[in-house]
């Protein structure tokens, strides 16, 4: 057999005692959240963030993503062209410092296509 404990029955007093000693701490958690000045320290998680700011948050990324990915096709493509051209990047460097050097080429000035 089987050894089972027995459990004692607990009188109605003693339910009601703990029960309103329990309903008692509650109470007081209760008054204690109201209480602006309370020292009772709930952890809460991150602050909540409007749906706003999470749409704007994605806007920003999508943005930041396409201007990546605008400069890795420039690069590919300014890479393709070099090659095509047997360019090596220190020539293309010697040549843009010569023609500013020579005032023949503003930094910011854009080449007319012909």
């Known amino acids: 057999m089987k ?4 459990q004692k029955p607990v009188d109605e ?3 009601l005692r703990k029960f309103r000693e329990l309903d008692d ?6 008054r204690q959240l109201d209480d602006p000045d ?3 320290d709930i952890p809460t998680g991150p602050p909540v963030r409007s ?3 999470l749409e704007q948050d ?4 999508k943005q930041q993503e396409q201007q990546e990915e605008q400069e890795r096709v420039f690069k590919q493509h300014f890479e393709a062209l070099l090659n095509e ?4 990047h220190g020539d293309l460097a010697e040549l843009v410092e ?4 020579y005032g023949l080429w503003q930094q910011d000035q854009v080449p007319d296509k012909d």
């Open 58 to 61: 994605d806007v920003e990324t």
């Open 3 to 6: 050894y089972q404990k027995v």
């Open 51 to 53: 749906l706003a700011a």
């Open 38 to 40: 309370s020292d009772f």
């Open 13 to 15: 007093r003693e339910k």
């Open 25 to 30: 701490a509650f109470a007081q958690a209760l």
């Open 98 to 101: 010569t023609l500013l050097g």
């Open 85 to 88: 051209y047997g360019i090596d």
